[in-house]
């Protein structure tokens, strides 16, 4: 009897460690599945411009249903601060950063010291000078610059004098958008009397430049600002004034409140961009290459046909289009799309 029960006990402690070994196989699994999962750093500049919060969020759920995990990091406007955020990324050895930069020229080291660990570089929306990244993904910026100033010529078609404030000057985008502003205006009516850069895209520098301008002449037609953010801070000093409205006054990023002005009388233009489109094959990419994947060839979700030079490189550049909205077309491309509501949109129109 007690033999009996010596083996019972035998066998009831060889099962507790049959047990006990497969749940530490299986903890094991999950630690090994969670590790090899793709590693992707993200860094923001700021969240100072609306937008941004949406190309996260869309980033990071396309990302998860890849498959990725997303490591999110907001430099708030700070060089130094983003620096350290992709040491830090280096240090996790992610398998891809994404970089939104705060100073396309401040980045250049920590970047190239990241491709030599062996991690992919995306720059998103905003090209980093001199490294030879993995990816340029951004819309046609130089074409934003051209809808600008397509829309004051019509808005405004016997010419006149202008203000230009333009965005920050370590964001490299804004040479291509002034490019493609100028030279669209050359051999017009219209002369840009006061210009001005907004560092880290501050919105109410807008504000003084557009007072400082109007020191120097009130005599304008119009005011091409870097973005709608800008533009809200010019259409304020333009109101002090009691000019707004009677200006004609350009941005881009389709805000909300942008849409609001556009219907409301007081901004003839936004420059509209798919940044959910853009976040969406950004994240996919960014997978594509952390698995090897040739994403130049046709058979990725987005293939990449174009380049941009970076310095003495030649990159990879997704390049989205951008859209010019007016009052004419804000029902089809902003609330057609869901982009913004109806009902927000036209909020304070009756």
Known sequence: MRQKAFYIFLLFLALLLVGCSESEVQTQTEETQEEARIQIGLSFDSF?????????????????????????????????????QIEYFIKKEMDVIVIIAVDGDALRDVVNEALEA??????????????????????????????????????????????????????LNVDAVIDGFTSTLEGSAFTVVYSAYC????????????????????????????????????????????????????????ELSACQR????????????????????AATLAVALAKGEDITESSCAYPVVDTIISGEYEIPYYKLDPVAVTSENIDEVIIASGFHSYDDVYLNVK
Request: charged fraction near 20%; charge should be negative; glycine fraction near 8%.
């Open 199 to 254: 560092d880290n895209w501050l919105a109410e520098l807008a504000f003084d430049y557009v007072n400082e301008g109007l020191a120097v002449t009130s005599d304008i037609v119009g005011v091409m600002c870097g973005n709608d953010d800008l533009a809200s801070q010019a259409i304020k000093a333009l109101s002090e004034s009691q000019l707004a409205g009677h200006v004609a006054v350009v941005g881009q990023d389709a």
């Open 262 to 281: 556009i219907v409301e009388g007081t901004q003839v233009m936004t420059v509209y961009k798919a940044v959910e489109e853009e976040a969406m094959a």
């Open 118 to 171: 062996g991690i992919h570089v995306i720059c998103y929306d905003r090209l980093i000078s001199d490294v030879e990244a993995d990816l340029f993904i951004s819309f046609d910026n130089r074409q934003v610059g051209v809808l600008m100033a397509e829309a004051l010529i019509d808005a405004c078609p016997e010419g006149g004098n202008i203000f230009a404030i333009y965005g920050s000057p370590t964001d």
């Open 48 to 84: 100072v411009i609306e937008r941004w919060l949406r190309d996260r969020d869309m980033f990071v759920s396309t990302a998860q249903s890849l498959g990725a995990e997303v490591n999110v990091q907001v430099a708030g406007g700070s060089v130094e601060e983003q620096i350290s």
